[in-house]
């Protein structure tokens, strides 16, 4: 059985759902319920069409980045403040963030609660990073040569979301253990299947750090950067890879030893087809097994709709589906999920299904 030292994974991840007020009568817009104070928080609209957008402990209360797009970071005029409980929202960003009578997620990943210098690397980095979890976020200035980055975790990460935050035009790199080797990896902001080359991550993370190229999406010449690292915890996240089918009738069960409360799931090689968007779910969107699960993109900034009829278990999922974005027949899928509740936590307590 599988087996955790976490017993409460909202601690360190959660989803919120709150509607936008505009911040009426100059009053500020509390979001509470996410219970830790949060050093990342990815955010969307739901039923509207705009991009996704994250902030984080080293970027400051203005400053945002978007999965579906290349652009560098840039400022917003709503301003976001954490707190132990969530976070103060002062400002309205039209539809993107807090606008009147729309509906938005956030999820949400605790770090450090701090920032610190960690010089395991060639390249200096500051790092606020969980090793409970297995979750680290990092700021490095890149060399345009390579190099290394201390990312603060102990373990060896499974999972790296990396982005330039100042050069317009710059795609997210993904590294995914499953994919099969550093030299593979995928955009985060694209639809392409895992793509090949060494100059991204330039050799295999280990347990102190992480390998950035020459190029300027993971390490640009003075420019600054962010990753989202993240090491598998066992019982409260996994990465992984299944095999599609087509089938929905018997669709393959994507095994975590955890009743999932976030899945994220992308196509990774369909004979060279570049297709699919980033699907992601949650436990608070979609709390039951429901036919027509709602489903979001990180790729896309397209409201949230009907999605792959997916089924969440006390130990896994899977799609009841045919869809190439899901389950083509043939294909190869990563995915990284977060655990809702253990199979079996320290107090012995076992999950049940839906």
């Given at each position: 059985?599988?087996?955790?030292?976490?017993?409460?994974?909202?601690?360190?991840?959660?989803?919120?759902?709150?509607?936008?007020?505009?911040?009426?009568?100059?009053?500020?817009?509390?979001?509470?319920?996410?219970?830790?104070?949060?050093?990342?928080?990815?955010?969307?609209?739901?039923?509207?069409?705009?991009?996704?957008?994250?902030?984080?402990?080293?970027?400051?209360?203005?400053?945002?980045?978007?999965?579906?797009?290349?652009?560098?970071?840039?400022?917003?005029?709503?301003?976001?403040?954490?707190?132990?409980?969530?976070?103060?929202?002062?400002?309205?960003?039209?539809?993107?963030?807090?606008?009147?009578?729309?509906?938005?997620?956030?999820?949400?990943?605790?770090?450090?609660?701090?920032?610190?210098?960690?010089?395991?690397?060639?390249?200096?980095?500051?790092?606020?990073?969980?090793?409970?979890?297995?979750?680290?976020?990092?700021n490095y200035t890149g060399t345009a040569s390579n190099a290394t980055v201390g990312h603060g975790l102990g373990a060896k990460p499974s999972m790296i979301i990396a982005k330039n935050l100042v050069t317009n035009g710059e795609d997210w790199a993904v590294y995914h253990k499953s994919l099969g080797g550093y030299q593979y990896y995928l955009k985060l902001n694209g639809t392409t299947v895992a793509l090949t080359n060494t100059n991204?991550?330039?050799?295999?993370?280990?347990?102190?750090?992480?390998?950035?190229?020459?190029?300027?999406?993971?390490?640009?010449?003075?420019?600054?950067?962010?990753?989202?690292?993240?090491?598998?915890?066992?019982?409260?996240?996994?990465?992984?890879?299944?095999?599609?089918?087509?089938?929905?009738?018997?669709?393959?069960?994507?095994?975590?030893?955890?009743?999932?409360?976030?899945?994220?799931?992308?196509?990774?090689?369909?004979?060279?087809?570049?297709?699919?968007?980033?699907?992601?779910?949650?436990?608070?969107?979609?709390?039951?097994?429901?036919?027509?699960?709602?489903?979001?993109?990180?790729?896309?900034?397209?409201?949230?709709?009907?999605?792959?009829?997916?089924?969440?278990?006390?130990?896994?999922?899977?799609?009841?589906?045919?869809?190439?974005?899901?389950?083509?027949?043939?294909?190869?899928?990563?995915?990284?999920?977060?655990?809702?509740?253990?199979?079996?936590?320290?107090?012995?307590?076992?999950?049940?299904?839906?």
């Amino acid at each position: 059985m599988a087996y955790t030292t976490i017993n409460k994974p909202s601690e360190y991840f959660n989803t919120v759902l709150w509607t936008g007020n505009s911040n009426l009568d100059n009053a500020n817009q509390t979001i509470t319920g996410v219970g830790f104070k949060p050093d990342l928080f990815w955010t969307k609209i739901r039923n509207a069409a705009d991009e996704h957008h994250l902030r984080d402990i080293h970027q400051g209360n203005t400053s945002r980045i978007r999965t579906s797009s290349s652009a560098a970071a840039n400022t917003s005029v709503c301003s976001v403040v954490p707190n132990s409980d969530g976070f103060v929202i002062t400002g309205d960003d039209g539809l993107e963030f807090n606008q009147t009578g729309n509906n938005y997620v956030t999820w949400n990943w605790r770090g450090a609660g701090s920032t610190s210098s960690n010089t395991n690397g060639s390249i200096t980095s500051t790092v606020s990073a969980n090793t409970t979890s297995g979750f680290s976020i990092v700021n490095y200035t890149g060399t345009a040569s390579n190099a290394t980055v201390g990312h603060g975790l102990g373990a060896k990460p499974s999972m790296i979301i990396a982005k330039n935050l100042v050069t317009n035009g710059e795609d997210w790199a993904v590294y995914h253990k499953s994919l099969g080797g550093y030299q593979y990896y995928l955009k985060l902001n694209g639809t392409t299947v895992a793509l090949t080359n060494t100059n991204r991550w330039n050799a295999e993370p280990d347990t102190n750090v992480f390998n950035v190229g020459a190029v300027a999406e993971t390490n640009g010449s003075g420019a600054n950067q962010i990753a989202y690292v993240f090491a598998e915890k066992k019982g409260f996240s996994k990465c992984g890879i299944y095999s599609g089918n087509a089938s929905s009738s018997s669709p393959p069960f994507v095994y975590t030893g955890f009743k999932p409360s976030f899945i994220m799931v992308k196509i990774a090689s369909t004979g060279g087809v570049d297709t699919g968007g980033w699907v992601m779910y949650d436990n608070q969107r979609y709390p039951n097994n429901l036919s027509n699960s709602p489903v979001l993109f990180a790729n896309f900034s397209e409201a949230e709709s009907d999605g792959y009829n997916l089924e969440m278990f006390s130990n896994g999922f899977r799609f009841n589906s045919t869809s190439v974005t899901v389950n083509g027949s043939g294909n190869t899928y990563i995915y990284y999920a977060v655990a809702e509740q253990p199979l079996v936590g320290t107090n012995g307590v076992p999950a049940t299904a839906r």
